[in-house]
């Protein structure tokens, strides 16, 4: 079982807000993770989530971030 994979869909507006979160994540609250085996699976989503998003290096990143938030909260 170690070596077999696992694929996650997201959609562009749930890879954004989650790799937003991640890098918030690995450069805050890193200290409060105590078992470094997390460390592996948190480095490789973020990774392969800075190099597939293109909307990270747009220079109206906050603006998408904030949009990409709006569509994926939950209507009241």
């Known amino acids: 079982m170690g070596?077999?994979?696992?694929?996650i869909e997201?959609?562009?507006?749930?890879a954004l807000v989650l790799?937003?979160?991640l890098e918030k994540l690995r450069m805050t609250e890193l200290r409060h993770?105590?078992?470094p085996a997390v460390w592996a699976p948190i480095h490789r989503i973020a990774g392969t989530l800075d190099r597939?998003?293109?909307?990270?290096?747009a220079?109206?990143?906050d603006q998408r971030l904030k949009a990409a938030r709006q569509r994926?909260?939950?209507e009241d």
């Open 19 to 21: 790799s937003h979160w």
């Open 52 to 57: 597939t998003l293109p909307d990270l290096f």
């Open 33 to 35: 993770v105590v078992d």
């Open 59 to 61: 220079p109206d990143y």
């Open 10 to 14: 997201l959609t562009s507006d749930e």
């Open 3 to 7: 070596d077999s994979q696992v694929t």
């Open 72 to 74: 994926l909260r939950p």
